[in-house]
């Protein structure tokens, strides 16, 4: 059973940092891909970062290019989101994911329902 453990949400201001950290348990050694997904109030939750676990190539959504980076620890069992120059619109329920899409497609590595486990969720607040 994969347990995913969000931590290091709050609140900034624009133009602020703040680092997601993303804890993993479990059979997550043979997941193609961990990613960061958000959802703020009244939208779908949308793809904001993947890195593929065995290669470490990493896709960013347009919106975040640039400000976001994902990376993983050495045990490949944490993924981090350093998140720069935040902006207002960056403000939503962050979300770890752990899936199996087929790596190098982006139109697939963003969809959601490719993922088969989820965080709880950190709230990120940008003001």
């Known amino acids: 059973h994969v347990q995913l453990v969000e931590s290091g949400g709050g609140s900034v201001q624009a133009g602020g940092s703040l680092r997601l950290s993303c804890a993993a348990s479990?059979?997550?050694?043979?997941?193609?891909?961990m990613a960061w997904f958000r959802q703020a109030p009244g939208k779908e939750r949308e793809g904001v970062a993947v890195i593929e676990v065995g290669g470490s190539q990493t896709y960013y959504a347009d919106s975040v290019k640039g400000r976001f980076t994902i990376s993983q620890g050495n045990d490949k069992n944490t993924v981090y989101l350093q998140m720069n120059n935040l902006k207002p619109e960056d403000t939503a329920m962050y979300y770890c994911?752990?899936?199996?899409?087929?790596?190098?497609?982006?139109?697939?590595?963003?969809?959601?329902?490719?993922?088969?486990?989820w965080g709880q969720g950190t709230q990120v607040t940008v003001s």
């Open positions: 479990g059979y997550t050694y043979n997941r193609n891909c």
């Open positions: 994911a752990a899936g199996d899409p087929v790596p190098g497609i982006v139109a697939i590595i963003f969809r959601a329902d490719e993922y088969n486990y």
